[in-house]
């Protein structure tokens, strides 16, 4: 393994583990979790070229939290060759459902992809005892190809169907990410999907048809003023289907401003005070980032909340 490879892992491994440590509350009990995360994603070189020597794989990591830090994601992506062992082997550690592997294995024959992710998450400190892990594609694919993926991982959910027809009637074309638990109890399939559109305006427009097709609750007025203020060249549509219905519907704005980050993390929290925001600083301090690649506001079976997501480089 090259010198800069290995000097990316353990600097993501590092950055993670210190962000986890330091987090308020419950949360601080997921770190045996991490660390069986982490350790399953030790894969080996692999070769780049007929005649080229063996060079270790890029991963690519990333973080998520919630505002309300009672939800805690960890994600990392590389070549499917190598992930795949690395999956079935973390996946084995926390009981995945068979069949959830099953139409991961379905899944990857049709859609043989490049790249492979795994996700494991934590809620209210509770992972140890109940974890939430999953996969994902983190490479963009036509949302018709997405929509239809999404169908054969939930294919008796009828919000599907309504999902279909906003897509036809926006002009929606792109699947940013598909992906799908695979705890016991708590499958799901994650879509994200690119909002059609030139602009912030008509972003946030598709995005609310999309939740009142989908019958979710709205959004806030205040976040979605605070999302038609934003500076952002993308916006996304996320949803987590489950057998029967939508567990989550929410709107993220790319490489959101100090200013929007701050704005919805006191509209998600009632922050006020400086005090308020030394979790989210010392967090975002650990994980050695200047602030989000995306932020998201989301309605969940709890109400609304606002999530943040770190791209490590």
Not at 42 to 62: H, I, K, M, N, T
Not at 175 to 190: I, K
Not at 239 to 256: C, D, H, I
């Amino acid at each position: 393994m090259s010198e800069l490879a290995l000097s990316q892992i353990l600097g993501a491994r590092l950055r993670l583990t210190l962000a986890q440590m330091h987090l308020p509350g419950p949360l601080r009990a997921a770190n045996a979790t991490l660390i069986a995360w982490l350790d399953s994603l030790s894969v080996g070189p692999a070769l780049v070229g007929p005649g080229q020597e063996l060079a270790a794989p890029r991963l690519d990591f990333e973080a998520a939290i919630t505002a309300a830090f009672d939800r805690l994601t960890w994600r990392a992506a590389g070549p499917s060759a190598l992930m795949i062992p690395a999956m079935q082997g973390f996946f084995n550690q926390v009981g995945a459902d068979e069949d959830a592997l099953a139409r991961l294995a379905d899944l990857g024959g049709r859609l043989d992809p490049h790249r492979l992710g795994v996700w494991v998450e934590a809620s209210d400190g509770d992972m140890d005892g109940g974890v939430d892990a999953g996969w994902y594609l983190p490479e963009p694919l036509p949302l018709d190809v997405g929509l239809e993926a999404a169908r054969a991982l939930s294919p008796e959910n009828p919000k599907l169907t309504q999902l279909q027809a906003w897509a036809e009637a926006a002009g929606a074309q792109s699947c940013e990410r598909l992906g799908r638990s695979v705890a016991p109890g708590s499958a799901f399939s994650e879509i994200r999907i690119v909002l059609p559109g030139s602009g912030v305006d008509e972003w946030v427009l598709a995005g609310v048809r999309l939740m009142e097709a989908l019958r979710m609750p709205a959004l806030p007025d205040d976040a979605l003023g605070a999302l038609l203020n934003a500076e952002t060249g993308q916006m996304l549509a996320s949803l987590w289907l489950t057998a029967t219905g939508v567990a989550k519907a929410g709107l993220l704005a790319a490489a959101p401003s100090l200013e929007l980050t701050l704005s919805l993390f006191r509209l998600a929290t009632g922050a006020r005070q400086p005090e308020d925001y030394t979790a989210l600083a010392a967090w975002q301090g650990n994980l050695d980032v200047d602030g989000p690649s995306w932020i998201e506001c989301q309605q969940r079976a709890g109400g609304f909340g606002v999530e943040l997501h770190y791209h490590l480089h």
